[in-house]
């Protein structure tokens, strides 16, 4: 939304020493975000009004001419490649040291003087885009320069004081008026900065409309739900031509494209009062009836850009007696817009529920100024002075035209009188400072509240134009006086509390924790990857589709499904990794979500329905050029470490799944916590070479309910300690872990018991392989002797023997 | 007995001269000054002298003990095998270096964060990403149609549900189960469904802070900004407010910073204005409080939304923000 500084000047005294950087600054600290502000005359600077003396062809290039240009103190030679160029042309010169826009598009250049292919240019004769006249002046090729012939300049002047474009252009972000429906037009602008600066804010004016009952305008609204005002009026004799000088300007102020003298006043008024309107051709309305209706599912209707829509039964219509004519508060349609030769207009000035606005809007994939207004819900009032002071407007542009029908005025307002009594001391207490009574009676006068001040208690009225949506409750009152009266004047100062035991949150601990030991101590880095899943992974791990969460809005395969494992995004990463890196070590640990159970968050406070499954999960891989064995061991080793460290028992137990080569559940109390295991080798494309992926994924919001937080010492022992080594050869098949539970039957003395070194081949007979381990010994109540030792040590051979056939080394 | 003392000590003294090893020296010490060594077995004897004489040679035992104790020090210590001169390596190669991982500067930028507000009583909570309307929009004061939806374009999910939009989501929640007195802060990850270019991603990090008890006020929420901000940038900073809009707040703020950069003076960072936008915040709306079953005539409160992953972007000078989900070990190998 732009604010023009000369137009405000319609209503408004500002003060001399005001500049419009203070005004925007003010703007900003109290009203609205403003983007920028537009200097006009800056930007045209040293731009000048020429006329073409001479034209002589460029005698190295066919295209171009050389222009001698009068410049009124001076004749400069300009280069020129304009097909419009004559002899006599009034034209814009954006001299040397002027900056323009080469073809309208890109960084502002700054123009320098150059020789063209040999000839010497003193600066350019620009085009409209080139100096950012394009809305006042469009152009029909891209090869025509600006033509001023027609508007007889002085020759030299500077083209911004000739034109009268020497406004000060304030850009305002939308988002910051997304909840003032009254600021969208310059009066509520205006209003702002009257309150800002205490100034007087002149009425706005409108002359009285001399109705007639020539032609009777029927006017209906069907659907008052949706439709709350309406208003309708003739008039008669026009003549469509191009808007005057002042009027485009207004319009080049605020950005838009000036078009014809009837659609321009619309839009005018749209700009000025914030009440979007609408002109029909009346030669192409039926009757002269117009209908508010609803539409039908599936109807179709060509809106005045000339697109066919599908409407749906939330789209309201402007209909004459057979047939659509505009989408309601949207967009009118091409079968009644205004043409250069329409003589009667019917105008619309109405006022539409707001949220229905936005639906349709939404649906239709239409958004246009008007429906930017009509959603944020305006005034009902605003509609009637929108359409005298239209026909005010419209009557000044057009001599011969008149009223030719009364004013329709269907008026369904359902806004009722907001009235607030709002306690002086909420005010203070929000504050957190004293505001004198009398200042905060003054500011709200200012913003055009009715203000009655009785018991300690301001009595107010809201203004109809704030009383849409935008204040409803004392708290909005407390905002009003507040922004007003300064935020800056707000003395802070530390909250005074008393001291609370702290919200201890474990899990948030243990991860944090988690996450450094992974990095610091495990070399895993920590990458993040999306919530979405990645699909081909999914479908090479074989999880199921149908326990994923599916996104319902987008289109995009790479947005379908939430994961409901970290895993296909880790993979994907680590292949696109692997171009880089032939080791990668990554991890991840966020929430996964899963359809097929509910979480413990409720869905509202009744309580009766939970969100899917959302625990955290705790996912990584390694990639490695290593073997599989040890790719896998330290995976497991991984896991080991873990359970060290946090104080967990875990337990490894073996299963299997159809991508990996190796499966272990990660087990804890009989409660699995996850699996790790070896990819299989054909699923991860890392080209030609040969690697391992070895990978785990754990239930991170299950795992932290098992983590030991009582962690007690253990005393040291008593008594010494012996130590054995054994070497033994068993078949190839026979696990370790086999061995090991039945070694630790034999003894309770046996405190420790370690594989070291496990190989085949030299030395060791065919199928058969060599396990070395160091044993422990100790008890505590006596030292142990070395009789005692080899009597177990005896029996361990025994039994492995018995059991395994296994042979001493 | 004297004599066999002095004979054991010349004994030592000549077999330690001819060791050549620290392995014959230890047996050498256990033989003869070990507990079950010939030493000892001498000493033995001590109990059966006559009381005239024990002290004298108890004495004499105790020096040649002493004396023998010295000598085995000294041949450990010329023996000892950590006791290398020779030094023929090149120090100038580079060291080496354990491999570590790395953290998402994102994770590092929240830690750091969260430090600083839980010096100040705000304890860390978490909750949904996967979240109902209710609370990602209704129970924010944001019904259904309201244009502020229009702002936060949504992820929506079977079931009703969607992503959350912002980690607000957790203001009602917690007010639920916690009630007031409340201090605390939710980062978390949030969702927009747009079109991702450098500066936009579907996908990032927020910090919401919610404070509510007895009281407070518009200068509570400036003064514990301005004091969690110094200790997050390490420096004394300044904030001001000027007006913003957001539904579940009432007044609602822009909290801008005075430019780190210039000290407000001006420059191209802060765009000459001196300030540089940082968060929306506000008192909490009364309509808020009552979803979290509070009185909003007892209690009021503030809330903040701090942008983790615009702060990630801005202290490391990040210019493209797709590299924080990118998974890109050249990128994440950095930090």
């Not at chain 1, 239709?364 to 239209?390: H, Q, T, Y």
């Not at chain 1, 999960?617 to 064995?629: C, I, K």
């Not at chain 2, 108890?58 to 006791?83: D, M, R, T, W, Y």
């Amino acid at each position: 939304m732009y604010l023009s500084v000369n137009w405000l000047k319609d209503w408004l005294k500002l003060p001399k020493d005001l500049t419009a950087e203070k005004l925007a600054h003010d703007l900003t600290m109290s009203t609205v975000e403003v983007e920028e502000v537009i200097d006009q005359a800056a930007s045209l600077a040293g731009v000048l009004v020429g006329k073409i003396k001479e034209i002589a062809p460029h005698p190295d290039a066919d295209r171009l001419q050389v222009c001698q240009v009068d410049l009124g103190s001076r004749v400069d030679q300009i280069v020129c490649g304009g097909s419009n160029l004559s002899k006599g042309m009034l034209v814009a010169v954006a001299t040397v040291g002027s900056k323009v826009k080469w073809h309208g598009e890109g960084e502002l250049v700054t123009l320098e003087k150059v020789k063209i292919r040999g000839i010497e240019s003193h600066g350019m004769i620009a085009a409209a885009s080139e100096i950012g006249l394009n809305n006042l002046f469009p152009a029909k090729s891209d090869k025509e320069i600006l033509d001023l012939t027609d508007l007889s300049l002085k020759v030299g002047a500077d083209l911004s004081q000739a034109l009268q474009l020497n406004d000060f252009i304030i850009d305002i972000d939308n988002k910051s008026i997304n909840h003032r429906p009254d600021l969208w037009g310059q009066y509520g602008l205006a209003r702002e900065v009257a309150a800002i600066y205490r100034l007087t804010l002149a009425d706005y004016q409108v002359a009285p409309l001399k109705e007639a009952d020539e032609m009777k305008l029927k006017v209906s609204v069907k659907d008052k739900d949706k439709c709350f005002r309406y208003l309708g009026l003739v008039i008669k004799n026009v003549k469509v031509e191009p808007s005057p000088l002042w009027l485009k300007n207004r319009l080049q102020a605020v950005g838009l494209r000036p078009i014809n003298n009837i659609v321009d006043v619309t839009n005018y008024i749209m700009y000025e009062l914030g009440q979007p309107m609408h002109a029909f051709d009346a030669r192409m309305i039926e009757g002269p009836e117009i209908q508010v209706v609803s539409a039908k599912k599936g109807e179709k209707f060509i809106t005045l850009d000339g697109t066919k829509r599908r409407l749906n039964e939330n789209c309201l219509m402007i209909a004459d007696s057979k047939k659509y004519v505009a989408v309601a508060g949207i967009m009118g349609g091409q079968n009644s817009e205004i043409s250069s030769d329409t003589e009667t207009v019917i105008l619309e000035s109405a006022n539409f529920l707001a949220s229905n606005i936005r639906r349709s809007s939404g649906f239709l994939a239409l958004r246009s100024e008007s429906s930017a207004r009509f959603e944020k819900s305006l005034d009902p009032v605003l509609a009637e002075l929108a359409i005298r002071k239209a026909a005010e407007l419209i009557l000044s542009l057009n001599d011969e035209a008149y009223v030719a029908s009364r004013l329709q005025d269907i008026n369904y307002n359902p806004f009722k009188e907001i009235n607030l009594e709002v306690p002086e001391t909420l005010i203070n207490s929000r504050f957190g400072v004293e505001i004198p009574t009398k200042e905060i009676k003054d500011i709200l006068t200012r913003l055009q509240f009715q203000v009655e001040y009785k018991n300690q208690t301001f009595f107010i009225k809201v203004p109809t134009f704030r009383a849409t949506k935008d204040i409803s409750i004392p708290e909005d009152i407390v905002e009003e006086v507040a922004r007003i009266y300064g935020y800056d004047n707000i003395k802070s100062s530390l909250p005074a509390v008393f001291l609370q035991a702290p919200h201890t949150d474990v899990a948030h601990q243990v991860l944090k924790d988690l996450k450094f030991w992974m990095s610091l101590f495990q070399g895993y880095s920590e990458a993040y990857t999306y919530p979405f899943t990645n699909l081909p992974w999914v479908e090479k791990l074989h999880l199921s589709l149908n326990d994923h969460v599916k996104v319902k809005n987008t289109i995009s395969l790479d947005q379908a499904y939430l994961n409901l494992s970290l895993l296909p995004n880790l993979l994907a990463k680590a292949e696109e990794n692997f171009r880089f890196f032939d080791n990668i070590k990554i991890f991840e640990i966020d929430r996964t979500f899963d359809k097929k159970h509910k979480s413990v968050y409720h869905t509202d406070p009744s309580k009766k329905k939970y969100l899917p499954l959302q625990d955290k999960h705790f996912a990584g891989l390694e990639v490695s050029v290593d073997t599989g064995q040890a790719t896998f061991l330290r995976i497991k080793g991984l896991w080991e470490s873990l359970a060290d460290y946090f104080g967990i028992k875990l337990s490894f137990e073996k299963n299997e799944n159809v991508f990996s080569s190796l499966v272990y559940d990660i087990k804890t109390q009989d409660v699995t916590l996850g699996q790790f295991g070896l990819l299989k080798n054909d699923l991860f494309n890392s080209g030609p070479s040969k690697v391992q992926v070895a990978w785990w994924s754990v239930n991170f919001s299950v795992l932290v309910k098992y983590i030991n937080q009582n962690m007690i010492y253990t005393p040291l022992p008593k008594f010494p300690s012996m130590q054995r080594d054994l070497a033994i050869v068993v078949a190839e098949d026979i696990l370790w872990e086999d061995l090991m539970k039945e070694i630790i039957k034999i003894s309770p003395l046996l405190v420790n018991l370690e594989p070291f070194d496990v190989f085949t081949g030299h030395g060791v007979p065919e199928g058969k392989k060599s396990i070395a381990f160091h044993l422990e010994f100790r008890s505590t109540d006596k030292t142990l002797e070395s009789a005692d030792v080899e009597l177990i040590m005896k029996q361990i051979l025994a039994v492995l023997n018995k059991k395994f056939d296994s042979q001493l080394r | 007995m004297e004599v066999k003392l002095q004979n054991l000590k010349n004994t030592i003294l000549k077999e330690l001269a001819e060791i050549k090893d620290s392995q014959l020296l230890a047996d050498l010490k256990n033989k003869y000054l070990g507990r079950k060594g010939e030493l000892n077995e001498i000493l033995k004897a001590l109990k059966d002298l006559s009381d005239l004489e024990k002290p004298r040679i108890g004495k004499l035992a105790n020096e040649i003990k002493q004396e023998l104790a010295e000598v085995f020090a000294q041949a450990e210590s010329a023996f000892n095998p950590n006791k290398q001169t020779n030094f023929n390596f090149d120090a100038s190669l580079p060291g080496t270096k354990k491999e570590i991982g790395h953290l998402n500067p994102s994770t590092i930028v929240q830690y750091e964060i969260e430090e600083a507000f839980l010096a100040m009583g705000f304890a860390v909570y978490d909750g949904p990403q996967l979240e109902s309307d209710y609370y990602n929009f209704t129970a924010l004061n944001i019904p259904a149609d309201h244009p502020a939806r229009d702002t936060q374009d949504t992820f929506w999910l079977e079931g009703d549900n969607l992503l959350r939009t912002h980690t607000s989501n957790l203001q009602v929640r917690m007010l639920e189960k916690y009630g007031a007195p409340f201090r605390g802060i939710f980062p978390g990850r949030v969702f927009r469904y747009e079109s991702t270019d450098a500066s936009h991603d579907h996908t990032f990090y927020q910090l919401e802070g919610l404070m509510v008890d007895k009281n407070i006020n518009i200068g509570n929420l400036i003064a514990t900004m301005r004091t969690l901000l110094s200790s997050v940038f390490k420096r004394e900073v300044d904030v001001r407010l000027r007006p913003g809009f957001f539904p579940f707040v009432e007044p609602a703020f822009e909290m801008d910073i005075k430019c780190l950069v210039c000290g407000g003076q001006g420059c191209s960072v802060c765009k000459q204005s001196g300030w540089v936008e940082l968060m929306p915040c506000g008192m909490v709306h009364p309509k808020v409080l009552e979803a979290g079953g509070l009185d909003p005539k007892v209690y009021s409160g503030f809330a903040f939304g701090l942008g983790l992953t615009r702060m990630a972007m801005m202290k490391y000078r990040i210019d493209d923000i797709r590299l924080l989900q990118s998974g890109d070990l050249r990128f994440l190998k950095q930090f």
